[in-house]
């Protein structure tokens, strides 16, 4: 725990940052101790945290070694806002600048002598508790924690193979019992229910999932939602998010206000199949049942995962009492030959020889510790896996885990974070932060963790991050869901279990908190550094009378009003925030003020647009995803231009009236992605402000709007990669193209095609005569998507696309179009992969004219 908070304190120490400052104030022999004290007292942390519960004066050792550490990171942030913002603005070397940056040197100096001073004094601390160390032992035996090359080499093997074989699944006979049972020919014009329930860890999950895709193959449902219920969930946004995925439009508020019975009416002449994974109680349950529980004669149905078996009882009840067959199914932990075969299955992948002699005896007293949870086996074979094939090593497992009670999934998984590398750590607590069974994309963890510091920001930031991800993910700490089409992980889910660990060490450890518990916890709240709202239940008055001066990140997942007054009332005391998140939609306004641009830290923002934002230099990564333009912050939102994209009549037919241009300054961007509405627009000249966007998401209403950003020229946007929206204009260098809703995108294919570097091209809901990709061009498409997109009875020219290698093609509605040759061998429906697309977040909706 405390690890993963030092190691932070010691990548700032180390970062490319901290080095120009050195450069440039001669604090070099300072930073330098300070850095050997810390990676002295981490050495020693690993004997510390053993002997901590027998030693109360080594517990306390520990949290003094935190409580260092983050006040190291508190004296390098406040150098960096205070003195380095202002220390490499190109504007330094344009006339005057020279004068100008001399003049802040001058007055910066104060604040040098004073943060040496913070230095001196944070070394006699560490003197202190070094001078404490007593009988403690620095960790010494690095063969002991060092990775196995080939052992990697083979467990990556292992992650990309087939892992649908019988003897890696182990259940192929429960799923083969349940799948014939609600696939019976007697049963498919009725509605069938089935709720597995067990222990956490026990596998429920992956055999509801397999039981979906048996299902969805035999019975061909072309109605179907897969969603994850949260343990404080909100039955409102569980049916938003079945509707959203069964094709139910929500876009008119009417929908939206009768959300039950519309979904009702729109199952009850369908043939649906629904997924809800994790149901706590009974309470959620009961929300849901009126709306999902139609006893059709369609041939639904619905597959539930709980822990509890109170909740198993009364869907089982509901359904009897309303005619529908329920199958209650409980899944029991592994016997102990299958927990074996398991755990051999995973340690060995190829299974050319028996585990050696010496090392299986050990094993299967490890194996035993696991109590018959495939999650606990996994996560331990993760973790020997990391480790050499030898006695020692393995004994080193046996022994740790002797000392947790059989059955202990969370404990077992706490030893496998405190098996991780100290760099690992940090990254893997993070993952907490996020809600329960939130899907998490790497592209937009990636300036996350480069605002934060943990990854350094020097055009090899994604090759670092996909190695950390693989590490953990081969540690079977991760889940993922969707891979790319070279096999990188696009997004992944962390277990219940794996969260509640997260957060558990975290919350000790000081490494982040949720908003409940600011006021409850022995952690003054005045030393937090991360706060999430990540509770579809947040408490009331949680930030009244709260000072938290030290906050680097806030995440809010749901509307959380007591947040929002809180930004509104003391936005300008955040001097360290260098993130701030607000991920919520429907049309919800936060109210901050607009002053926040004014702070030098903020790196990475996504909510509303107060104006002032547009004009941060500082910030590298922009998600303004909320569609509404905040003019100025007043208490009657007065000024706040809202847009109309739920009014009652075509877009195409609705008055724009004084159309603006936005002016964006902020040189540093490299991800912008915003939706301005229908009375806003992004002027053109702001492009050429913006030459280091790699990213972009634009999403516009009219044909007037893309006239007024990109004028009559090609924007000049030599460094962008990734383009979502609806443009006319290409950047000739682009790599990956998303556009949604464009009418008569065949006019657009030709220009497509002269791409020199696209690699990937998605079409969601466009309209085209046909679709031509015939002739010379698309040298390098290597992905293309079509989804919902009509277009006539024929695709030309596909065999003329040489690097395709991956087609998902899903038709619109009286689509009579069939893949054939190439794109037939190619061709993938929409999948668990590509499902995550056109999430809401990232696509918003668009109409060209």
């Not at 190829?350 to 007293?365: F, H």
């Not at 607000?582 to 509303?608: C, N, R, T």
Request: proline letters at 4%.
């Amino acid at each position: 725990m405390v690890a993963a908070v030092l190691q932070v304190a010691i990548d700032k120490v180390a970062s490319p940052l901290v080095q120009v400052g050195i450069d440039l104030f001669q604090i070099t022999k300072g930073i330098d101790e300070v850095r050997e004290k810390m990676n002295l007292l981490k050495s020693y942390l690993r004997d510390a945290k053993s002997k901590a519960d027998q030693k109360p004066e080594v517990a306390k050792l520990i949290i003094d070694i935190r409580d260092l550490s983050q006040d190291i990171e508190d004296v390098l942030d406040t150098y960096r806002t205070k003195i380095e913002a202002g220390g490499h603005n190109t504007d330094n070397w344009r006339p005057l600048g020279c004068l100008k940056w001399a003049s802040r040197v001058v007055r910066n100096c104060m604040q040098v002598r004073e943060i040496n001073q913070n230095i001196n004094d944070l070394k006699c601390r560490a003197k202190l508790i070094q001078s404490k160390l007593g009988d403690l032992k620095p960790e010494s035996d690095a063969a002991a924690a060092s990775v196995d090359t080939e052992v990697w080499r083979e467990r990556r093997k292992f992650l990309d193979a087939d892992h649908s074989a019988p003897k890696m699944f182990l259940r192929d006979q429960i799923l083969h019992d349940l799948t014939d049972q609600m696939s019976k020919l007697e049963d498919e014009k009725g509605t069938v229910i089935t709720t597995i329930v067990g222990p956490g860890g026990v596998g429920k999950t992956t055999l509801a999932r397999k039981l979906y895709e048996e299902l969805e193959e035999k019975l061909k449902f072309k109605c179907r939602a897969k969603v994850y219920v949260s343990p404080s969930p909100n039955a409102d946004d569980i049916l938003r998010d079945i509707a959203e995925k069964v094709g139910l439009e929500l876009d008119e508020r009417k929908v939206k206000a009768n959300l039950d019975p519309n979904l009702y009416f729109y199952l009850k002449d369908k043939r649906y199949l629904i997924f809800l994974d994790d149901v706590w109680d009974t309470n959620t349950w009961n929300k849901l049942m009126d709306t999902l529980m139609i006893d059709s004669v369609m041939g639904s149905r619905i597959i539930v995962t709980s822990r509890s078996e109170v909740v198993s009882r009364s869907i089982d009840g509901t359904a009897k009492s309303r005619g529908i067959r329920s199958i209650p199914y409980k899944l029991e932990v592994l016997n102990e030959s299958d927990a074996w075969m398991l755990f051999r299955g995973m340690i060995s992948p190829k299974n050319e020889s028996e585990i050696e002699p010496p090392l299986k005896e050990i094993g299967k007293e490890i194996v035993k510790r696991c109590g018959g949870l495939p999650l606990a086996i996994k996560i331990v074979v993760g973790m020997l896996l990391a480790k050499p094939r030898n006695v020692r090593a393995w004994t080193e497992v046996e022994r740790k885990m002797g000392e947790i009670n059989e059955n202990d999934c969370l404990k077992i998984l706490a030893l496998s974070y405190n098996d991780l590398p100290a760099q690992s750590k940090p990254l893997f607590l993070y993952l907490g932060i996020f809600p329960v069974n939130h899907e998490i994309f790497v592209p937009q963890l990636i300036p996350l963790w480069v605002a934060e510091n943990f990854v350094q920001d020097d055009g090899n930031q994604d090759d670092y991050v996909e190695q950390q991800i693989n590490d953990l993910n081969s540690r079977n700490l991760l889940q993922v869901s969707r891979r790319k089409s070279d096999g990188k992980v696009r997004s992944f889910r962390i277990h219940s279990l794996v969260h509640d660990l997260c957060w558990q060490l975290a919350e000790k450890s000081n490494y982040f908190c949720t908003r409940n518990e600011l006021n409850s916890s022995d952690i003054d709240s005045k030393k937090r550094r991360r706060v999430t709202t990540n509770t579809r239940e947040p408490k009331k008055n949680a930030f009244k009378d709260v000072e938290i001066p030290k906050l680097r990140a806030l995440f809010c997942f749901t509307k959380d009003d007591d947040l929002f007054q809180f930004l509104s009332e003391r936005a300008l005391r955040l001097e360290f925030l260098r993130l701030l998140i607000i991920e919520i939609f429907d049309g919800k306004v936060v109210e901050v003020q607009e002053e926040i641009a004014d702070l030098s830290g903020l790196i990475y923002l996504k909510m509303d647009i107060p104006l002032g934002i547009l004009k941060m230099k500082q910030v590298k990564h922009l998600f303004l995803s909320c569609s509404i333009v905040v003019e100025k912050t007043t208490h009657n939102l007065s000024n706040c231009l809202k847009n109309s994209r739920y009014a009652n009549k075509k877009l195409e037919d609705a008055d724009i009236p004084d159309l603006r241009s936005l002016d964006v300054d902020i040189p540093n961007l490299q991800s912008l992605d915003v939706d301005f509405g229908p009375n806003f627009s992004l002027s053109s000249r702001s492009l050429g402000k913006v030459n280091n966007l790699r990213r972009l998401g634009i999403y516009v209403w009219t044909k007037k709007m893309l006239d007024d950003v990109f004028g009559l020229d090609e924007p000049v946007l030599p460094n962008l990669e990734d383009l979502n929206g609806g443009v006319e204009l290409f950047p000739r260098y682009v790599v990956r193209i998303s556009l949604k809703m464009v009418d008569k995108i065949d006019d657009h294919i030709d220009k497509q095609k002269r791409l020199p570097k696209l690699e990937s091209l998605k079409l969601k809901k466009c309209r085209a005569q046909q679709l031509d990709f015939s002739g010379e061009g698309f040298s390098q498409l290597q992905v293309l998507v079509l989804k919902c997109t009509d277009f006539q009875n024929q695709l030309i020219g596909s065999k003329d696309i040489p690097k395709l290698a991956r087609f998902i093609y899903v038709p619109a509605p009286l689509s009579h179009y069939k893949p054939e040759g190439k794109l037939k061998n190619l061709w993938k429906s929409e999948d668990e992969e590509e499902q995550g697309l056109w999430r809401a977040d990232s696509m918003k909706n668009m109409h060209i004219e």
